[in-house]
């Protein structure tokens, strides 16, 4: 018998939560899983990803929070087993549509970023702060994307150990594999492309990147940075400080890409400047591609996924300088690709043992 899945998502504009749950969907096996797909508002880049056996369903709110009701109704008439929920908003929302029902489903919330991080920046209200920790509580697991995050999930939230798994951000491996088969190559090859990718806000720190990139041309104009990703209230500053900087010549931002891997894949570096993240994507992506790395400490993980000096350079968050110093020496890197440390969750085999343990 199918067990019934509900991913519950704000809509798939596009971001890194967004593409891990796509991924997720994805790997699913349709066999066992009857897959709802309930979007707050049916819009965003990623849809015409989802798979046509999936079912949609558009509650059409405003805002997540309106949107509660009519999602109480929905888990009534599906009766799912499983609900997933991944952002804060929509972690809170499905607690607050569940209270009052008494056969629940099997709750099981992803974890976007760093509670710590959250913590030290203060980005919730106390009322948020509550319920968020309510919706974490009620929950029947919690996934940490790192060993460090579960534990400042335990710290932070008070959580049972038994509640949290980690749950490495899979990956689409045959997805990749095809929107890299029999493309062109987007690059001048007489340039050295490098590569930047996420959306265009502060904790991605590209201005910091760009800050490094003016020390880079002063060594070496023959260096081009291509920034992939959508304007998340950046995109001016970061022009600004382009032109500031007389990197017209050097840096290209090209927005979103449907398909981001052809850069990737012929890029000749892939750099994460970012100031924080929960697990990025695109380093991932970079790493299975086997390209050569520099990225920013932005996470103590990170140096399990890249062993300093042999398939990547490690540097510290907003040092300008020593990014610009990485990225120049990046031919150095030798035996590039993941180290032995490292392994993405297999999402079918994961939900399947959740299955089996529900039922």
């Known amino acids: 018998m199918k067990r019934k899945i509900v991913f519950f998502m704000a809509n798939l504009i596009g971001g890194g939560a967004e593409r891990v749950t796509v ?3 994805k790997q699913l096996d349709k066999n066992r899983f009857d897959i709802f797909l309930v979007m707050v508002s049916r819009e965003g880049i990623f849809l015409k990803e989802i798979p046509t056996y999936v079912k949609i369903i558009n509650l059409n709110a405003k805002k ?3 949107s509660i009701f009519k999602f109480r109704k929905i888990i009534q008439n599906i009766q799912p087993d499983i ?4 952002m804060t908003h929509t972690s809170i929302a499905q607690y607050l549509a569940l209270l009052g029902i008494k056969d629940k489903p099997f709750i099981v919330l992803r974890n976007a970023t760093s509670p710590k991080l959250l913590a030290q920046e203060g980005r919730h209200k106390r009322s948020w702060k509550f319920l968020f920790k309510r919706a974490y509580k009620t929950a029947d697991r919690v996934l940490a994307q790192t060993p460090e995050m ?3 999930l335990i710290e932070y939230y008070g959580l049972s150990p038994k509640r949290v798994d980690i749950f490495i951000n899979p ?3 045959d997805e990749i594999n095809n929107k890299i088969n029999n493309v062109q190559n987007p690059f001048n090859q007489d340039k050295i492309n490098v590569v930047a990718a996420g959306r265009l806000t502060y904790a991605k720190a590209f201005d910091v990147l760009l800050d490094a990139f003016a020390l880079v041309i002063k060594k070496d104009k023959n260096f081009v940075l291509h920034i992939i990703g959508r304007d998340d209230g950046e995109r001016e500053l970061l022009l600004k400080k382009q032109k500031e ?6 840096v290209n931002f090209l927005g979103f890409q449907s398909n981001p891997y052809r850069f990737f894949y012929f890029s000749d570096l892939f750099v994460l400047s970012s100031r924080r993240e929960g697990l990025p994507n695109a380093l991932l992506e970079n790493l299975y591609l086997k390209k050569p790395v520099v990225s920013t400490r932005c996470i103590p993980f990170i140096s399990t996924l890249i062993e ?3 398939n990547g350079f490690l540097t510290d968050i907003e040092d300008s300088k020593e990014l610009a110093s990485k990225i120049l020496d990046f031919k150095k890197l030798q035996n590039l690709g993941f180290t032995q440390k490292y392994q993405p969750t297999n999402s079918n085999r994961y939900f399947q043992e959740l299955r089996e343990e529900y039922a």
């Open 171 to 173: 990956l689409n491996e």
């Open 23 to 25: 991924n997720i969907i």
């Open 308 to 310: 300093n000096g042999r």
């Open 245 to 250: 900087l007389n990197l017209e010549k050097n």
């Open 64 to 66: 997540t929070l309106f």
């Open 83 to 86: 609900i997933y929920s991944t």
């Open 150 to 152: 579960k534990n400042e």
